[in-house]
């Protein structure tokens, strides 16, 4: 089924891995897609000292040194499309600067109206080190479309994906955003001939009922079989093996990282926990945990009715 019809690809000006492009260029083809590549360069380090230092040392004109960078950058972008097929796609690219690169990647698409966003993940190194760069998990964050964040060490194709659902959804917007996202999981792992994991975590809260008459097996018992009977109604149209099943107790956000791990997930196609309507509320504790312990690539799909807090210069 044909999903995407406008895709943004943003590469990592400090790594030369083109998996990202690939993806992105297999991707257009098989949705028959537009696709833009665009390098978002940080501003120089030249520009953060102040005119006067800049004379002293004797540094190259700063025009002419965002010169040289964007031509460097522009011949990686043409030898990575020469080894790939690119005909037959409406492709085009650029090379851009920008103080805040995450802000302007959002208005970009919002002007453009790109429906899918995939980026190359930058790792953030130190005592605090986590997968996703700010830029990554702001985007992820505040992007109004789905996100996806591509390790520069993945490879071509995946082989086991991982869709995590919430088998008791509130309303119908969590219900369709579960459909979305075994739709794209099983899809993509149709093309990629990969195995399709499913996870669900639910939560036993009986901590309360500990003081009262409530049988606390019988009620754990009926609160796993709840869980498993909706579940498996949530797969009835998405033939899954059982073994490739996940129904565990405790925390999504411990639980989707330990199977992943466990099972050597490639890819996860998560939703979120926002609260829709409120600007800004995309990314929950959930989806924060999950990424902050995996180190596959992520998914990640906005609930409908989702609202960046991001607005466009003419709309301040």
Not at 35 to 54: A, C, F, S
Request: proline share 6%; hydrophobic share 40%; aromatic share 4%.
């Amino acid at each position: 089924m044909e999903r995407f019809k406008n895709i943004l690809l943003i590469l990592n000006p400090e790594s030369e891995e083109l998996v990202a492009l690939a993806r992105a260029v297999t991707l257009a083809r098989q949705n028959q897609a537009s696709l833009h590549v665009v390098v978002v360069l940080e501003r120089l380090p030249l520009d953060y000292l102040p005119l006067g230092t800049r004379t002293i040392l004797g540094m190259l004109d700063r025009d002419r040194l965002r010169e040289m960078i964007e031509q460097r950058q522009r011949r990686l972008l043409r030898t990575g499309l020469s080894a790939l097929s690119t005909e037959g796609i409406n492709l085009s690219t650029s090379v851009e600067w920008s103080h805040t690169p995450f802000l302007n990647i959002i208005q970009r698409v919002l002007r453009q109206g790109h429906d899918l966003v995939i980026k190359t993940a930058e790792h953030v190194t130190g005592p605090a080190a986590v997968l996703f760069h700010p830029t990554d998990r702001n985007l992820m964050r505040k992007c109004p479309c789905p996100v996806w964040m591509i390790r520069p060490e993945q490879h071509h194709t995946y082989q086991r994906i991982l869709a995590a659902v919430d088998s008791l959804p509130d309303d119908e917007i969590n219900a369709d955003l579960n459909r979305h996202i075994l739709e794209l999981a099983s899809s993509q792992a149709v093309r990629d001939d990969a195995e399709l994991h499913v996870v669900h975590a639910y939560h036993v809260r009986s901590k309360l009922l500990q003081l009262t008459d409530v049988n606390i097996d019988e009620y754990r018992n009926a609160v796993v079989a709840l869980h498993r009977e909706r579940l498996e109604a949530l797969l009835e149209a998405y033939p899954v093996p059982s073994q490739r099943v996940h129904l565990e107790e405790g925390f999504p956000g411990e639980i989707i990282p330990a199977v992943a791990r466990r099972e050597r997930i490639d890819l996860i196609v998560m939703g979120t926990l926002a609260r829709v309507g409120i600007p800004g509320l995309f990314i929950g504790n959930t989806a924060e945990r999950t990424l902050d312990h995996v180190d596959c690539d992520i998914l990640a799909i906005k609930p409908k009715g989702f609202i960046t807090p991001v607005r466009l210069p003419d709309q301040d």
